[in-house]
């Protein structure tokens, strides 16, 4: 027994308040350990006696926790074997009806009797047209108990507002909610970690209160005062956090790496056969007064697919090149990091080449570090990093191995820098004799709430147009209800290249029995499916059938270094006409004679990811096509999200429809931090405002109290909310 006299910390065991049985239960199958992590596991919604949930919008798939009634009961026997089963319908009171069956557990009438409420739990499934639940948990409401019974149930849905918990299949949602209920009666909430100010200038209730009412709420309006409250918990951490950071970064000594009138950079700009982009030449004058700064820069350069993000780096790298510096540009896939070696040389041209007969005298040299260098060029370009000749190194991790000495590290490039983790980037950084100034890139637009929350303590530039000459690019969607279209998409691969272009062909998966190189996991509400298709499977496929007599190649991530830059070359020279690849093709890789893309079994994949590989094409004058081939039926999420891709090239209305069908936490960065997080209610879409006021909150504080040394409560809670991984990974980006 548990003693009630006990009071309850969120630093006490659940052990100690719930017995040793329900806690191993909670951290088995929650990751629960603490009153704390219990009382933050908040409620995901809310089901309302007298406001039914709506019966009729439930997805096939999706598990379910329903508040509903008990419309009829039928006991009959089985057709196809012995036993019975018995079928309930229930109902929300809106006309919408559910079955819910069981197979011989005729006993349960006597319990799921017409005009009965209850919570009743499970996967939804379609059994001839009708959604149906499967053997359902239920927990009935005991409207028919006795006087003391009653009592108990008015008290455990005090207010008709029953929380419905993230669950699993051992521990539903009643369950955990009746955990709560025990913790709650000897929970003492923590002193209030905000400033009276705060809570005052904000109109916030207490912690105590908000703590109480997310889980018990008295109304509608009390919960929204309580859930207001921790969210607003939520963002303020983040935004201190980041605005910390941010001061700290902008105090620190770095190297001024100033622009000169003469040198590389003035000559690069000479020889350029195009005039820059109004955006690049916005940018470039950003990033040029940063580089001159006493401060190390640290700014994130967000832009479309193909509008010329290199470019203004490699203007960046040619600035600190001509203050003495070297310039490194991290890739993170050796297939992406000799493409850009190869385009920066080619826009370099003789600069890059200094030291080579045919070099320019002014110039420097462009060297290409990645693991798979034989011994004899490892040595060599590994001695032109260490001793500065080489002023622009680009390369994969390779770069980040001990024995990678810099001359004068003074600018670091990361490209798709969501690829890469913290310790990565940190490694590079470290090569520095001083911090060096950091440019991160990103090829998928990020809505502006994103940014403020994930890269709150980096400076932002954005390039929103296409360079000129570039070819719009059509998509759409090839659905399973007209295989005659799957047929016209080969005809028109074979139409492109008879007209001289060249197409990609992308699959989910190299050809092992799992999903590989980034594909998308279904969404919670989507049923099981197949394997996706791989590029083994499908490469003899369409070589012998519709692709017949076309040359085709074939390019994934676990190809030998040597064979996978064969075929990239081969097809960058027109020497094939289809490439077969993985996502592995989805940055970087130029090919402006490439016209349509096919992506097979697109619903695997994300917006965002569908955005950039279909930014592939159309790079040349000829207008490009992506095919969107899917199984995903009219009307599912899946279809839905392609549609939409279809529908617009806007990356940045893309961005929104991506964060709208992701989990908060993995925009926040739980996917990189394998600890337990208290971010559960921020929604970087619907609190824009008070993400906003957060972060004007968290400057003014900081301001006042860089350290929050005045204000232990709140740095404790801070600490507590945002832990030291997830502090370093909104730190880098």
Request: a neutral charge; charged letters at 25%; glycine letters at 10%.
């Amino acid at each position: 027994m548990t003693d009630t006299k006990t009071v309850t910390t969120t630093g006490t065991p659940l052990a100690k308040v719930l017995g040793a049985a329900k806690a191993k239960a909670l951290a088995t199958h929650l990751d629960l350990h603490t009153a704390g992590y219990l009382i933050y596991h908040f409620p995901r919604r809310y089901d309302q006696r007298g406001e039914h949930t709506d019966l009729g919008k439930l997805q096939v798939g999706e598990q379910v926790t329903l508040l509903a009634q008990v419309k009829s009961t039928t006991v009959r026997p089985m057709r196809q074997r012995r036993g019975t089963m018995l079928e309930i319908t229930v109902g929300d009171g809106s006309g919408a009806t559910l079955t819910c069956t069981f197979f011989n557990q005729a006993w349960r009438e006597r319990e799921l009797r017409t005009g009965r409420w209850g919570l009743f739990a499970g996967k939804v499934t379609d059994f001839r047209g009708k959604r149906q639940l499967n053997g359902p948990a239920y927990q009935l409401l005991r409207a028919d108990a006795t006087q003391d019974e009653a009592a108990e149930e008015i008290e455990e849905f005090a207010g008709a507002l029953i929380p419905v918990y993230p669950a699993a299949v051992a521990l539903p949602t009643w369950t955990i909610a009746r955990y709560v209920r025990e913790v709650l009666e000897t929970f003492q909430p923590p002193h209030d970690p905000l400033p009276g100010t705060v809570r005052a200038s904000r109109n916030l209730i207490g912690i105590g209160r908000a703590l109480r009412e997310i889980h018990r709420p008295s109304s509608d309006r009390d919960l929204q005062l309580a859930r207001y409250r921790l969210k607003w918990d939520e963002a303020f951490a983040v935004q201190l956090t980041l605005v910390q950071r941010k001061a700290r970064a902008a105090a620190a000594p770095g190297r001024s790496r100033p622009r000169t009138e003469t040198g590389l950079l003035a000559a690069f700009d000479a020889a350029l056969p195009y005039e820059l982009t109004g955006g690049q030449a916005r940018v470039g004058e950003e990033i040029a007064a940063d580089l001159a700064g006493a401060h190390p820069m640290h700014r994130l350069l967000q832009g479309e697919v193909g509008s010329g993000k290199t470019l203004v780096a490699v203007r960046a790298m040619l600035q600190v090149v001509d203050a003495g510096g070297q310039a490194a540009l991290l890739a993170p896939t050796e297939v992406l990091a000799t493409q850009h070696h190869r385009s920066i040389g080619a826009q370099l041209g003789a600069l890059g080449r200094a030291g080579e007969l045919d070099g320019d005298p002014r110039g420097t040299q462009l060297t290409l570090v990645t693991g798979s260098l034989g011994a004899a060029a490892r040595r060599a370009a590994l001695a032109k990093v260490a001793d500065g000749s080489a002023g622009i190194v680009v390369g994969t991790h390779a770069l980040l191995y001990e024995g990678v000495d810099f001359h004068d590290l003074g600018l670091v490039v990361v490209d798709e820098q969501h690829r890469f983790g913290v310790e990565q980037r940190d490694a590079l950084r470290a090569k520095a004799a001083q911090p060096p100034h950091v440019l991160v890139m990103t090829a998928t637009p990020i809505p502006r709430t994103v940014a403020m929350t994930v890269y709150g303590d980096l400076e932002t530039s954005t390039l929103s147009e296409l360079p000129r000459g570039r070819s719009p690019i059509a998509s759409h969607v090839v659905p399973p209800e007209r295989p005659a279209f799957l047929e016209r998409a080969w005809q028109r691969v074979r139409e492109e290249v008879k007209a001289g272009h060249q197409a990609y062909v992308v699959c989910p998966r190299i050809g092992s029995t799992e999903a590989e190189e980034g594909e998308e996991p279904p969404a919670d509400n989507e049923p099981a499916r197949r394997p996706p298709l791989a590029v083994m499977e499908v490469a003899p496929i369409l070589e012998e059938g519709p692709l017949h007599g076309l040359r085709l190649g074939i390019l994934h991530g676990k190809l030998p270094t040597e064979e996978k830059d064969a075929v990239m070359r081969r097809f960058a020279a027109g020497q094939l006409d289809v490439l077969i690849a993985t996502t592995v093709i989805e940055v970087g890789v130029d090919v402006p004679n490439a016209t349509v893309m096919i992506i097979m079994d697109a619903d695997r994949f994300g917006v965002s990811q569908l955005h950039q590989l279909r930014g592939r094409v159309g790079r040349g004058s000829a207008p490009g096509i992506c095919l969107l081939v899917t199984e995903a039926a009219e009307g599912t999420p899946a279809r839905e999200r392609l549609d939409a891709v279809a529908s617009t090239t806007d990356g940045f209305r893309l961005a929104e429809l991506d964060l709208e069908q992701r989990r908060e936490g993995d925009v926040l960065g739980a996917s990189q931090s394998g600890k337990h997080s208290h971010l559960r209610l921020l929604s970087l879409l619907r609190d824009s405002k008070l993400i906003t006021d957060a972060r004007t909150e968290a400057l003014e504080l900081v301001a006042e109290d860089p350290t929050l040394a005045k204000h232990p409560a709140l740095l404790a809670s801070v600490a507590a909310l945002v832990d030291e991984e997830r502090a370093e990974y909104l730190e880098k980006g």
